[in-house]
T-cell receptor, first 111, second 114 residues
Framework: TQLLEQSPQFLSIQEGENLTVYCNSSSVFSSLQWYRQEPGEGPVLLVTVVTGGEVKKLKRLTFQFGDARKDSSLHITAAQPGDTGLYLCAGGRRSNYQLIWGAGTKLIIKP | SAVISQKPSRDICQRGTSLTIQCQVDSQVTMMFWYRQQPGQSLTLIATANQGSEATYESGFVIDKFPISRPNLTFSTLTVSNMSPEDSSIYLC???????????FGPGTRLTVT
């Protein structure tokens, strides 16, 4: 069974602090996506990383794909209340085009 | 990216009844997925629906309980049959778009079974 372990599952921090969310697996993925979901909405794709060692930045969010394409991290700098939401990582394999989902990180940024 | 709409957005249903959820996409897509999600938790894949073939169900989900239709490349329905309170959840459809295996989601249907 392919697993994608995501941590932490819950994080509550003050505005302005930094944080990192991790996704780890023993399996290699063709790609890894990060999604953010707000209450009452579906998950929204933030970024896709496909190359081992790849780093992508989206304003204050930095995404990294591990060299072996088995793990990824999401780092948020100077978190803001608007960053509050459920963050989900998902690994993709071309063999069946399905995604393996992490457990999710519920992030609360307090003003 | 594809734009996906779902109907209804929410419903409260009596146990023993059935509800059909519709998913409409603004472009033609090959692969569509149906998920179930408890609020604040991760997604559980129910089935993959490809146009022109029967849906493929994941372990723990069966066609009699969750029949799926996929009549064309822009539309799919999921029926939750003979509902019980345990079926109360958020149901999401998504589409697969591109070689990077990215998925785009509808807004979800929040189902409460009483």
């Amino acid at each position: 069974t392919q697993l994608l372990e995501q941590s932490p599952q819950f994080l509550s921090i003050q505005e302005g602090e930094n944080l990192t969310v991790y996704c780890n697996s023993s399996s290699v993925f063709s790609s890894l996506q990060w999604y953010r979901q707000e209450p009452g909405e579906g998950p929204v794709l933030l970024v896709t990383v496909v190359t081992g060692g790849e780093v992508k930045k989206l304003k204050r969010l930095t995404f990294q794909f591990g060299d072996a394409r088995k793990d990824s991290s999401l780092h948020i700098t100077a978190a803001q209340p608007g960053d509050t939401g459920l963050y989900l990582c998902a690994g993709g394999r071309r063999s069946n085009y399905q995604l393996i989902w992490g457990a999710g990180t519920k992030l609360i940024i307090k003003p | 990216s594809a734009v996906i709409s779902q109907k209804p957005s929410r419903d409260i249903c009596q146990r023993g009844t059935s509800l059909t959820i519709q998913c409409q996409v603004d472009s033609q897509v090959t692969m569509m997925f149906w998920y179930r999600q408890q609020p604040g938790q991760s997604l559980t894949l129910i089935a993959t629906a490809n146009q022109g073939s029967e849906a493929t169900y994941e372990s723990g989900f069966v066609i009699d309980k969750f029949p799926i239709s996929r009549p064309n490349l822009t539309f799919s329905t999921l029926t939750v049959s003979n509902m019980s309170p345990e079926d109360s959840s958020i149901y999401l459809c998504s589409v697969e778009d591109g070689e990077r295996i990215e998925q785009y989601f509808g807004p979800g249907t929040r189902l409460t079974v009483t």
